[in-house]
C-alpha cells in the first residue's frame, strides 16, 4: 500500500508538471510555450486580429512592428508604452519619437478584448505586443520565429526614456550603435533590426535635414542618390508637410525582404540612420552588403536578433501584473 501511494504521490507530480509552469517563466527565463495549458488560444487570437488589420490596411504591419521595438527599448520589454496618460502616469505616446507617429494601439486593443474574453487577466500587453511583431512580420512575406512568452506588464511609464533611449533618425551611427549596446544588442542585431525598414512609411519631418542642409550652406546630404532626392522634395518642402509621409523602402514598400539594403547600396536609404549602415561602419557596411546579396542570410539573422530585442529586461514571476486593458494599469 505504502508503494502504491508513493508512486501516486510521483505520478501526479510529474502529471501537474507542465500545469505549475503557466503562472511564472521558468526561473525568469521566457520561453514559447508559456500559455500552451493557462490559454491555449492566445497566439491563434493574436494572429486573427492583426491579419484582419493588415488585410485592411497593410501599413499597419510596420505599425505594430515598430511599437515592439519603442517598448523595448525604454524600460524593457513591459508595454509601458501602451498605458495613456492618467494619475501619475506621463504616456510615452506623448515623447518625440511616439507623437503623431506611433500607431496601431487600437488594433491592440481588440486583441486585448478577445484575449479578456477567452482566458481572463492571463495574456500580458507585453507579449501581445511580441506575438504582433512576429505575425505582422510574417504577413508581410517576412520570417517567422517562436516567440519566447512570459513577461508581464509594468505599472508605469517613463516619457524621459521614451525621448532618449529610442535611437533617432537622424542621430550618428555610434549614437545609435551605443543606444543598441546599452540594450544588450550589438552592430549584427543594429544591421539587421534595421531591415524592418523594408515596410512602412517614414514622415517628412524625419528626413527633411538630408535634402536641404541644416548646416545654411544649401546642399543636401551627399550620401543621397540626387535624383531619389529631387523626387523626394516636392513632397518634403523646406518647410510645411512635416507629416506628409513616404515609403521607407520605395522598391517593394509592403513586401518583407531585402531591397531595403539594396536601396541603402544605391545610396537611396531614406532616413540618415539608414545611410550610416554604409558609410559609418566597416562592419555594419559588410552586413549590409551580406544582407543585400542574402535575404535568406537576413531573414535568419532577422529573427535571431527579435527574439534577442524581445528579452530586454522582461517582468516576470510577480513583478508587474497582467493588465486588464492594456491603456491603464489595474486598480
Given at each position: 500500500m505504502a508503494h502504491?501511494?508513493s508512486?501516486?504521490i510521483?505520478f501526479s507530480?510529474?502529471?501537474?508538471a ?6 511564472k517563466?521558468?526561473d525568469?527565463?521566457?520561453y514559447?510555450?508559456?500559455y500552451?495549458?493557462s490559454c491555449?488560444k ?18 499597419m504591419?510596420?505599425s505594430?512592428?515598430r ?21 501619475t502616469?506621463i504616456?510615452e ?5 511616439n507623437?503623431?507617429?506611433?500607431r496601431?494601439?487600437?488594433v ?6 478577445a484575449?479578456?474574453k477567452?482566458?481572463?487577466?492571463t ?6 505586443l ?10 508581410t512575406?517576412?520570417p517567422?520565429?517562436e516567440?519566447?512568452l512570459g513577461r ?22 555610434q549614437?545609435i ?15 539587421a533590426?534595421?531591415?524592418?525598414h ?11 535635414q538630408?535634402l536641404?542642409?541644416?548646416?545654411g550652406?544649401?546642399?543636401p546630404?551627399?550620401?543621397l ?5 529631387a523626387q523626394?522634395?516636392?513632397r ?6 512635416d507629416?506628409?509621409?513616404f515609403f521607407l523602402?520605395?522598391v517593394?514598400?509592403?513586401k518583407?525582404d531585402n531591397a ?5 547600396l544605391a545610396?537611396?536609404g531614406?532616413?540618415n ?9 566597416e562592419a555594419?557596411?559588410?552586413?549590409v ?5 542574402n ?5 535568419k539573422?532577422?529573427a535571431k ?6 528579452n530586454?529586461t522582461p517582468?516576470t514571476?510577480s ?10 494599469v489595474n486598480?
Open positions: 502504491l501511494m508512486f501516486l510521483a507530480l510529474i502529471a501537474f507542465p500545469f505549475c509552469l503557466c503562472d517563466a521558468k525568469g527565463h521566457l514559447p510555450q508559456f500552451d495549458h491555449p492566445a497566439q491563434q487570437i493574436v494572429k486573427s486580429v492583426v491579419a484582419k488589420a493588415v488585410a485592411k490596411e497593410t501599413r504591419a510596420a505594430l512592428l511599437l515592439h521595438f519603442h517598448d523595448c527599448f525604454v524600460k524593457g520589454c513591459d508595454a509601458s508604452l501602451l498605458l495613456d496618460s492618467s494619475g502616469i504616456s505616446k506623448r515623447s518625440n519619437p507623437r503623431n507617429s506611433a496601431g494601439f487600437e491592440l486593443d481588440e486583441i486585448k478584448s484575449l479578456e477567452e482566458c481572463p487577466q495574456v500580458s500587453c507585453a507579449d501581445l511580441a506575438l504582433a511583431a512576429r505575425d505582422s512580420t510574417v504577413l512575406g517576412g517567422s520565429w516567440v519566447p508581464r506588464d509594468s505599472r508605469d511609464a517613463s516619457l524621459s526614456g521614451s525621448n532618449n533611449n529610442i535611437p533617432a533618425p537622424n542621430n550618428t551611427f549614437t550603435l551605443t543606444k543598441f549596446k546599452l540594450k544588450g544588442l550589438d552592430v549584427v542585431d543594429l544591421v533590426l534595421s531591415g524592418s523594408t515596410i512602412g512609411d517614414s514622415r517628412c519631418t524625419s528626413f527633411r538630408r536641404y542642409n541644416q548646416s550652406n544649401g546642399q546630404d551627399n550620401t542618390d540626387k535624383s531619389y532626392a523626394l522634395r516636392p518634403c518642402p523646406r518647410s510645411g508637410g507629416q506628409n509621409l523602402d520605395f517593394s514598400p509592403t518583407f531595403y539594403y539594396k536601396n541603402i545610396s537611396k531614406l532616413l540612420s539608414d545611410q550610416v549602415l554604409l558609410t559609418k561602419n555594419s557596411m559588410e552586413l552588403k551580406k544582407y543585400a546579396e535575404n535568406k542570410l537576413f531573414f539573422q532577422f536578433s527579435m527574439i534577442k530585442m524581445g530586454i517582468l514571476g513583478k508587474g501584473e497582467i493588465r486588464k486593458h492594456c491603456r491603464k486598480k
